[in-house]
């Protein structure tokens, strides 16, 4: 086949200026292309061309077929986006520009993933067309899959089952979910596939003839009735009868909707009188019947669904919906620009694709592009149940939500208030799974105040999301008062002021935003009170009282005459039981008598019974700590309260920032007595974010 010309069907659905539009961009990309070859060996243009045929199919509207047959000129050919927004102007360079990936060097890894899916939400969030046609292109590079490396094949096999089919799935999109999925599936699963598709194959002929004959007795049923309806089979495809079988955890041979009709009438009216006829020929199936016209999936899909004993007493499942409900169903938000050239989606429908805002969330709060991506396939593969509130509306949530889920969903302020929850007029906790058809009522409080323990039980990144940042703003508030307050109190011990004249002379010189930026870096460690004090007045002169290291008031019977040093191992201090060991140099060593290295070391011969004498009481001994916690954030102005606070101090050595994220503080604590050192320590450890403390 010649390539020189673009293809009738590609443009038969377009007005004349679309047409032109379209014949342009595939000149321009046949030329850019020229000379490049698939994997498959076909010249490159092969693939623009079958994703622009793809959306064709969808009837998508003039800009969204050209860019795709622009799509790879700025990854593959080098041409500047400046380049295609001066020739086809900005509408088409912004989808261009949408579905080009980040340039990768080496192979693709799960951080180079993660930021091609954030460039393509931030464009889906401006403009849907992005995201339908990286579906079209993903679909077009499954169709030609078998010509790459079985390594690469997997790969994009499993995003595909992972990630987009499930995308197209909440975008009502069946004809690209369908035949993604089964492609996908036949790559992943090789043997399973064939087993399936042989077994379908061997029943094709008693099937199709079984469903001949139920969709002419069904279409004279409801002649007969009065009703216009067009009635067809309907294919089952490969993966959803695996899917079936998982389940169900059933034989194939046990799956009854292997035989599926599909009834397409001209009103809403006509399917509910549609509905009534089939039920009153046919028995139907109790639990199988399900009314998505009265109640739309998150995708806008709407039909009714229900499974009859039909002819030859064969399960039948039947579906029932008007035409535009059809178009809607197999083309999903594509259908749209089947109407209006220039359509831009609804309040109401952006409201439907809010998950999609949810999935640029994820991204910001994800610590690790790996966690970004394992958080993108749980929230788009699971399945959702709908409930009612107490007015009637329905809120769509994913299986295993909550009533905090609920409230968020409503709104953040509701989830924020939640007091107490009722489900269908009975009280129940918090933390109750909600189940399709529950009428759930919030009972809020006047003020928010969320629960960090609610983390522990809600299931939707909005909720999470929502407690977290709640929490967050709470914590900055309480920064920034503790780093005013830290200031002021730093500059009135040395009897000086602090006021707006200073404020704006330390944000210029220590090079902050504004004022609050200032007093978050003193709560959180990264700028002393003592700097910006000695910014304007010099050198601080201490007038705190020195620690008192007080002498260490150590008995060692029949050795008063060689000098006695305390080790640094295991730093005791008075109330401490404690040995002495003779060193090689004929000194006598100090540790505690449940030192690890006196039980290794001290030869019974050398260990020497020690006791403490008089200790003054305003002598400080010095203890080496090491602290490690999750935060550094005002860690350092606790530690040294909690040493203050029994008269002792605290010394700060040094601090470094651990690969995993946490924080090591080395310190020297100046205590009176192990009573004492007892104390600090377990203020310490009160502290928020302290994980470990070391020595003492």
């Not at 340039?103 to 969030?125: D, I």
């Not at 407690?467 to 500059?491: K, N, T, Y």
């Not at 029949?558 to 090689?584: F, H, Q, R, W, Y």
Request: glycine share 6%.
């Amino acid at each position: 086949m010649s390539h020189d010309e673009i293809p009738p069907e590609l443009v038969a659905h377009l007005g004349e200026d679309g047409r032109r539009l379209v014949q342009e961009a595939y000149s321009y990309a046949l030329n850019k292309h020229r000379g490049q070859k698939r994997a498959s060996g076909e010249p490159y243009i092969v693939h623009p061309l079958g994703v622009a045929e793809i959306l064709a199919e969808l009837k998508m509207d003039s800009h969204t077929i050209a860019a795709a047959l622009l799509h790879d000129t700025v990854e593959d050919t080098g041409t500047e986006l400046r380049e295609i927004e001066e020739r086809f102007g900005p509408d088409i360079a912004f989808l261009v520009n949408g579905v080009t990936k980040i340039k990768e060097y080496g192979a693709a890894t799960e951080r180079s993933k993660a930021e091609n899916f954030r460039k393509l939400l931030l464009a889906v969030s401006r403009d849907l067309r992005v995201l339908i046609i990286k579906l079209a292109d993903r679909l077009h590079n499954l169709r030609t899959l078998k010509y790459l490396p079985p390594d690469s094949r997997r790969r994009i096999a499993e995003e595909s089952l992972e990630v987009y089919a499930p995308i197209a799935h909440r975008l009502g999109i069946w004809r690209i979910k369908w035949e993604m999925e089964d492609l996908a599936f036949q790559f992943l699963y090789p043997a399973l596939y064939r087993q399936i598709l042989k077994k379908v194959r061997e029943t094709r002929e008693y099937r199709e003839q079984y469903i001949k004959r139920a969709t002419e007795e069904l279409s004279n049923l409801l002649r007969e009735a009065g009703i216009k309806a067009d009635v067809e089979g309907r294919p089952k495809h490969i993966y959803s009868i695996y899917q079936k079988i998982l389940r169900k955890g059933v034989s194939i041979d046990e799956i009854y909707d292997l035989y599926g009709i599909r009834v397409i009438t001209l009103t809403i009216a006509d399917c509910y009188t549609a509905l009534g006829v089939i039920h009153g020929r046919f028995r139907p199936l109790p639990g199988r019947f399900k009314d998505y016209i009265a109640m739309p999936k998150p995708n806008l899909y709407q039909s009714l669904h229900t499974t009859v004993i039909g002819p030859e007493n064969r399960f039948l499942e039947i579906q029932i919906r008007t035409r535009k409900m059809h178009e809607l169903a197999e083309e999903g938000i594509a259908a749209h620009w089947r109407y209006k050239e220039d359509y831009r989606p609804t309040e109401r429908e952006v409201a439907q694709f809010s998950w999609l805002r949810g999935l640029l969330e994820l991204y910001r709060r994800s610590p690790t592009p790996e966690e970004f991506m394992r958080k993108i396939r749980e929230e788009i593969t699971g399945e959702e149940i709908y409930v009612f509130t107490p007015k009637g509306d329905v809120i769509t949530l994913p299986i295993g939500s909550t009533p905090v889920d609920f409230a968020y969903e409503i709104h953040t302020q509701l989830g924020h208030k939640v007091m107490a929850a009722k489900v269908n007029g009975r009280p129940v906790p918090l933390s109750t799974v909600l189940e399709s058809g529950d009428v759930v009522e919030i009972i809020p409080k006047k003020k928010p105040r969320p629960r960090k323990s609610w983390l522990e039980f809600v299931k939707t990144s909005k909720a999470r999301n929502r407690i977290r940042h709640w929490f967050r703003v709470q914590e900055r508030e309480r920064d920034l008062e503790r780093g005013r307050s830290a200031l002021i109190r730093e500059f009135r011990r040395r009897h000086r002021t602090f006021g707006e004249e200073e404020i704006e002379k330390a944000i210029v010189h220590f090079n902050f935003k504004d004022e609050e930026d200032l007093y978050l870096a003193i709560a959180r460690g990264t700028l002393a009170p003592r700097a910006v004090y000695e910014f304007f007045h010099g050198p601080a002169v201490e007038r705190k009282k020195k620690v008192r290291k007080g002498k260490y008031p150590i008995i060692v019977e029949g050795m008063e005459d060689l000098e006695v040093s305390v080790a640094k191992c295991c730093n005791p201090v008075p109330g401490d039981e404690i040995a002495g060991i003779i060193t090689s140099q004929r000194k006598i060593s100090i540790h505690r008598a449940d030192c690890p290295y006196l039980r290794k070391y001290g030869h019974p011969d050398r260990i020497l019974r020690a006791t403490w004498g008089e200790v003054r009481g305003d002598s400080l001994y010095p203890v080496r700590v090491r602290v490690r916690a999750s935060v550094d954030r005002g860690l350092r102005e606790h530690i040294e309260t909690a040493a203050a606070r029994g008269g002792g101090a605290a010394e700060f050595l040094s601090s470094r920032r651990l690969r995993g994220g946490d924080w090591v503080l080395d310190l020297k604590l100046y205590v009176r007595n192990r009573d004492h050192l007892r104390a600090v320590l377990d203020e310490i450890h009160a502290a928020e974010g302290v994980l470990e403390i070391r020595g003492g």
